[in-house]
C-alpha cells in the first residue's frame, strides 16, 4: 500500500508572506571615512551593508552580527592589513566571500591570499563602480550557491544518519520500550522538532509511548491521529490541538496495510516543510514499521 503524501500548502500558506525577501549582509572595511561612505552608498540598495573603519572593529562587527554573505576590505589600513583581517575570518565563517581593495603592488599578500582561498577577487584603486557591483554580485551568487550544497550536504548526512538509527534500533532493541525512545530521539532531532512523540497501536488501542522534547502527549486524545488511522495517510494541522504548539504532523507507521503506531511532530511556530522531507518521512516510516515489527518478535521469541 502506498501513503499518501500531503500538500505542502497546509502548511507552507501559514509561512507565506508579503514582505521583501530579505537582503544579504554585506561588510565593508576602509579606514578612509570617504571611501567607507562610498561603498555603503553604492550597495545599500540591494544589501544590508555593514560598515567598519578598522580589521578590529570588522571582527567586533562579525562577532555581533554573525556571517555575512561578502566582505569588501582595503589592504592598507593601520594596525591590521586586509588580508590579515580577512584571514582571521576565514575559520568561522568559510562560505563569506572576501573581496580586497588595494592602490599598492602588494603583489605577494594578495597571491598569498587568494591562493589559500582568503580572497575572492582583488580590485584596484580608484575601482570602477560598475565593475565592483559585477564583481560583489557574483560573489553574493557564489555565496548562495555554497550555502545551499552546504545544506543538502548537511540534509542528505541528517537523512542517512535518521536511517542508520533506525536499522541500528531494529537490530539491537530488546523490547518494545526500548525500541520507542530512540526512534522519537532520532525524529526529534532530524526534524528539530519541539516535541515528537511515537506511540503504538494494539488491536486498534493505543499503548506503549517515547516522547523527545517537551512534557508527554497522549495520542488516544489526538484527532489528528484517529484521521491518520483512518485514512492510513499523514495529517497535517497548522494549528495544533495543543496551543503551545503552532504545527503539528501525524505520520500513520503502517505495515502491509496495518497501523501498528502513530509518528507525532510538533513544532511551536509554523514550519514549512519540504517535498523531499515529507518523502523522508515517508521512507522512514517504513522503516519503523519493520523495526517494530523485528522487536516484537524478538520480544515475543524470548517470552516463549
Known sequence: MEYAIPELEPISRQMMSLDRPKKAKMLVVDDEPDNLDLLYRTFRRDFNVLKAESGVHALQLLAQEGEVAVIISDQRMPEMKGTEFLSRTVPKFPDTMRIILTGFTDVEDLVEAINSGQVYKYITKPWDPNELKAVVQRAAETYEL?????????????????????????????????????????????????????????????????????????????????????????????????????????????????????LCLQWKQPQTLREDELLLLHLSAQQVALAITCSRSAYTAVAA
Request: net charge negative; hydrophobic share 45%; proline share 3%.
Open 146 to 262: 555554497l550555502k545551499q550544497r552546504t545544506e543538502e550536504l548537511r540534509r542528505s548526512q541528517s537523512q542517512t544518519a535518521l536511517l542508520s538509527s533506525i536499522v541500528g534500533v531494529a537490530q539491537s532493541a530488546t523490547s518494545l520500550e526500548s525500541t520507542l525512545e530512540p526512534i522519537a530521539i532520532a525524529f526529534g532531532e532530524n526534524f528539530l522538532t519541539d516535541r515528537c512523540v511515537i506511540q503504538l497501536i494494539e488491536s486498534g488501542t493505543f499503548t506503549t509511548k517515547a516522547t523527545y522534547g517537551t512534557d508527554a502527549l497522549d495520542l488516544a486524545d489526538s484527532a489528528l491521529a484517529k484521521a491518520a488511522i483512518a485514512s492510513k495517510t499523514m495529517q497535517v494541522a497548522t494549528e495544533s490541538e495543543d496551543p503551545n504548539f503552532g504545527a503539528h504532523l501525524i505520520v500513520p507507521v503502517t505495515l502491509r496495510g496495518e497501523v501498528l503506531a502513530i
